[in-house]
C-alpha cells in the first residue's frame, strides 16, 4: 500500500486546523436540519476529523515503529 508523503499530510493537517475556526458562522442564526448552522457545520467538521485521521494512521503511519514494537527494530 502507498504511504502518504509527510507535506501531503502536514498541509491537509494546516487547512484542517484553520477551518476548524468558523468564524464565518458564528453569528449565523440559521437553523440547517433542526440544529443551528453553527453546529451542524461542527458535526460535519468532527466527521471529516475522524475519517482524515484513520485515513492518517492507515497511510502515513511510521513503518518503523510498527517493527520496533514487534521487536525487529534495533535494540539500545
Not at 484553520?18 to 461542527?42: A, C, E, K, Q
Request: charged share 15%; net charge negative.
Amino acid at each position: 500500500m502507498k504511504s502518504l508523503p509527510p507535506a501531503v499530510v502536514y498541509l491537509v493537517l494546516l487547512a484542517v486546523y484553520i477551518l476548524h475556526n468558523d468564524l464565518w458562522l458564528w453569528s449565523d442564526s440559521s437553523l440547517f436540519m433542526g440544529l443551528p448552522v453553527g453546529l451542524t457545520y461542527h458535526i460535519a467538521y468532527s466527521l471529516f476529523a475522524t475519517v482524515l485521521m484513520y485515513v492518517i494512521v492507515r497511510f502515513a503511519w511510521p513503518a518503523h515503529l510498527d517493527a520496533e514494537e514487534a521487536g525487529e527494530g534495533r535494540h539500545d
